[in-house]
Nanobody
Framework: QVQLVQSGGGLVQSGGSLRLSCAASGRTFSTTAVGWFRQPPGMEREFVAGINWSGASTPYADSVKGRFTISRDSAKTTVYLQMNNLKPEDTAVYYC????????????????WGQGTQVTVSS
């Protein structure tokens, strides 16, 4: 099972930008889908964005459409989540996760998770 190593995150003012990274240790994402999820304090984990195995499908949650962009490097070892125009309601712990082939918004269908990274947006 590929180990997922997350980086990025931190504290930013409303309207600012951050980029999160999710790197595959020892393998590539060539046959896996990668999803980004977030979990605000006291709330359930929710789907943010995903990219399927081919990179051709990149669904987003309605709450982040037009502000967040998911991408993958050409070596298929790292997936990024570029977050622009951040809002206080984007504050959460962000996780990347993998599953075979296709993206789904259901977190329980992902079998491999990164360690999580805190994103805090101040107003």
């Amino acid at each position: 099972q590929v180990q997922l190593v997350q980086s990025g995150g931190g504290l930013v003012q409303s309207g600012g930008s951050l980029r999160l990274s999710c790197a595959a240790s020892g393998r590539t994402f060539s046959t896996t889908a990668v999803g980004w999820f977030r979990q605000p304090p006291g709330m359930e984990r929710e789907f943010v964005a995903g990219i399927n195995w081919s990179g051709a499908s990149t669904p987003y949650a309605d709450s982040v459409k037009g502000r967040f962009t998911i991408s993958r490097d050409s070596a298929k070892t790292t997936v990024y989540l570029q977050m622009n125009n951040l809002k206080p309601e984007d504050t959460a712990v962000y996780y990347c996760a993998t599953r075979p082939m296709s993206v789904t918004s259901t977190p329980t269908l992902y079998n491999n998770w990164g360690q999580g990274t805190q994103v805090t947006v101040s107003s």
